[in-house]
């Protein structure tokens, strides 16, 4: 196959992407799936001389590529989880900082020292952040 076709005559013209696309329209959220299906193929075109043929890599060599495909998942998933976890334990600290806001200001004897306690607790979880 020409490189000079778009990527959606490859799709076309490729059984195997083309049963792809073709399940992939009946499922739900199907327009942001199939622009990553666009995108990987479009990548994959650019990458290599034609579009995945099953007839390309035997067994083992297409069990292989998928082994390092979904290592590669596993490390987005770890990052992603790091993430996550950060965001966690800052809603934690902020959740803190307003329960003390909250018992600051249940009773306010003096207005300026409850401004002041707040602006502290609220830099104080700035800098945290």
Same mark, same amino acid.
């Given at each position: 196959?020409?490189?000079?076709?778009?990527?959606?005559?490859?799709?076309?013209?490729?059984?195997?992407?083309?049963?792809?696309? %073709?399940?992939?329209?009946?499922? =739900?959220?199907?327009?942001?799936?199939?622009? $990553?299906? %666009?995108?990987?193929?479009?990548?994959?075109?650019?990458?290599? =001389?034609?579009? $995945?043929? =099953?007839?390309?890599?035997?067994?083992?060599?297409?069990?292989?590529?998928?082994?390092?495909? %979904?290592?590669?998942?596993?490390?987005?998933?770890?990052?992603?989880?790091?993430?996550?976890? %950060?965001?966690?334990?800052?809603?934690?600290?902020? !959740?803190?900082? /307003?329960?003390?806001? /909250?018992?600051?200001? @249940?009773?306010?004897?003096?207005?300026?020292?409850?401004?002041?306690? $707040?602006?502290? @607790?609220?830099? !104080?979880? /700035?800098?945290?952040?």
């Amino acid at each position: 196959m020409s490189n000079k076709m778009t990527t959606e005559e490859h799709i076309l013209a490729n059984t195997v992407l083309r049963k792809i696309t %073709d399940e992939l329209k009946q499922r =739900p959220q199907a327009e942001r799936t199939l622009a $990553v299906a %666009d995108m990987q193929t479009a990548k994959g075109v650019a990458k290599y =001389p034609e579009t $995945v043929n =099953p007839s390309s890599k035997n067994i083992v060599e297409w069990l292989q590529h998928r082994f390092e495909e %979904d290592f590669d998942g596993l490390v987005y998933t770890a990052c992603a989880l790091e993430v996550v976890e %950060d965001m966690q334990h800052r809603f934690n600290e902020m !959740q803190t900082a /307003l329960k003390l806001i /909250l018992d600051d200001t @249940i009773t306010v004897a003096d207005y300026e020292e409850t401004i002041q306690n $707040v602006r502290y @607790i609220a830099k !104080q979880g /700035l800098e945290n952040a």
